[in-house]
DNA sequence: CTGTTAGCGCTTTCAC
DNA sequence: GTGAAAGCGCTAACAG
């Protein structure tokens, strides 16, 4: 039924191997023939078929990628700029999401596998000794976006976490804040939830701030557990004048939180978010966060990716891009800080 | 170097037509052969290789799916809902960014049925003969989430956006409301643009209430156009005390607008929303929406696909899933509503 | 520059 | 229940 390339040869007057060749852009081909096979393909519809292709070449120009939940805020933004990549670079990819859950990524990546994708690209909080194991099963390239395992046994792309939420906590305390609370991320999250802690933690810790728990508070990410843990926050005696949330749908929480208390931002309480997605901007006051270039992590991860598969020559296997504070309107401007 | 079927079958002892079987849960093996044949898989580590599976069966369990923009509220919520549902069928899916352009769209329908994908998945504004065209020329299914084509040939799912605009407008109405204001989508997007104009129109028409066209602003689905237009509108000297917006981020940025120019929603200005995506509980006040069950949407057309792919048998081609209002605080409650 | 010839790893009749 | 054998549609040496 669909026409095959043996069908065209035949049209064209050709071998199979001449249209491969035509249909390749292999320049070993004389303009006449090309001609003649080109005018054969139009004429009979012709439409490579991928899969044969990848069974006799061993490349699929499929890469896959496992995401925790793609309509995530953050995690879209990251598929994007993976995606645009892969185009970029001939590739498409296949989308999966994991949710995190172990037995769900360790299935995934076998999936994969199993579809003969050229290489792996990997999302997700925790990369365990399980996950290790898994990927080096593969013959395939994986390329970490947004994470890392803790060994760098993996290539990956990242943004210093740490450092960035002791610049954030830092950014407080030179505000003159003495109470600076933060809501973290899920403590078994190494980097988006345990290691911006510590960075919270040392910052304090530098500035000879002490670090009272009933300041901490332990969120999912999610909106509602920003605006419940500042709410509960407001409630002490001792109120916090300053929080630092672990991204930014908990920290717009943290607004909302004050604003329903009656308190304004920043003036009776600044907040300062990480990672600095869209929604920063459409919130009123808009807000101050830490920039982590989502786009670029999953462009740059890609971008490695396909020096991997092409057997190109890397030499940072482990990509660190910039971060920095975007300063908006929930954190007042340096100059006319006060405690 | 990787291990093939052929491999297992004399590590087993037995054909590869046995060792597929196994693999492919048939029935028609004894017990005992079954269990040389799975420990023999287990020995060696057999991964089965989808790509020549694919190339022999013809079925390749994957999907393309076509996508404006991941990164968007809109539809990463409904490419979840279709990557579930794909899960839960066994389909993976390959997720291709068309920013809407047509061009690209029909590039990419091309390199998805050359990747010999089981069924298609479109979602897009508009629907055009030359989609139809490269559609037809496929042998497998399509299905458009969230959009439609003029004539109904292809299958979709949707919800009736003419009349979920027209209740939108009308609710407005029933609070009094003179003048009512509406930020569009693009003119050039069928469903999400045009149709929920003349929903409004409509609406407007069927209250005898006049059209004013100074209350009518064209944006294109983005936060800052909502902004911007709802900025415009206050400087009128017959200001509107109500919006209706075609969308949920314009709806943000018309409480903002409203709120920067020292008015309260609802009070001084009620705002209306369209689609009920996860931020419109991140905003204060709350934003009245018209519910599109995005996820929903993504979860039946992939099942509907499914049906397609299998040749089952399938009643309605064209599904219109309810919508409702959804009330929150930025509109003022019905029983306390005046002029 | 072009054609011949093996496969790629699996499914699928068709026999037995 | 099981095996033999013929492809699926293409690429990739290898010859010429």
Redesign the pocket.
């Known amino acids: 039924m ?1 026409v ?3 069908d065209v040869a035949r049209e064209a ?6 249209v ?2 035509v ?2 852009g292999n ?4 303009p ?3 001609k003649k096979v080109l005018s054969a393909i139009e004429r009979l519809g ?1 439409r ?2 991928a899969v ?2 990848g ?4 490349k699929t120009t499929t890469v896959g990628v496992i995401i925790p939940d793609v309509s995530s805020l953050f995690f879209s933004e990251l598929a994007r700029g993976i995606e645009d990549i892969a185009t970029m670079y001939k590739y498409n990819i296949i989308l999966c999401n994991s949710d995190q859950r172990l037995e769900k990524e360790l299935q995934l990546i076998n999936t994969l596998l199993e579809k003969q994708v050229d290489g792996l690209l990997f999302m997700g909080a925790e990369i365990k000794e399980d996950h290790l194991q898994a990927l080096k099963s593969a013959s395939v390239p994986t390329v970490l976006a947004a994470t890392r395992d803790a060994d760098n046994t993996l290539p990956s792309v990242t943004i210093d976490h740490f450092q960035a939420a002791y610049d954030a906590t830092r950014e407080l305390i030179d505000h003159g804040h003495k109470r600076i609370a933060m809501i973290t991320g899920p403590m078994n999250d190494p980097l988006g939830g345990l290691i911006r802690y510590e960075g919270y933690k040392r910052a304090l810790q530098d500035a000879g701030l002490p670090l009272d728990e009933a300041l901490v508070a332990h969120g999912n990410f999610f909106y509602e557990s920003g605006l419940k843990a500042t709410a509960q926050f407001l409630t002490l005696t001792e109120r916090p004048t300053a929080v630092f949330a672990a991204n930014d749908e908990m920290a717009i929480g943290a607004i909302h939180a004050a604003q329903d208390a009656g308190l304004q931002v920043p003036r009776d309480l600044e907040v300062i978010g990480h990672d600095n997605i869209r929604l920063v901007e459409m919130v009123r006051p808009r807000l101050t966060s830490v920039v982590q270039p989502m786009y670029d992590i999953g462009a740059v991860a890609m971008r490695l990716l396909t020096k991997y598969m092409n057997n190109e020559q890397v030499d940072e296997h482990v990509v660190l891009l910039p971060h920095r504070i975007e300063h908006r309107e929930s954190t007042r401007p340096r100059e006319t800080a006060d405690s």
Do not use: D, F, Q
């Open positions: 669909p095959t390339i043996y007057g050709v071998s199979m191997a001449t491969s060749r249909v390749n320049p070993n081909v004389k006449l023939t090309r012709y490579p078929n044969a292709r069974l006799a070449s061993k």
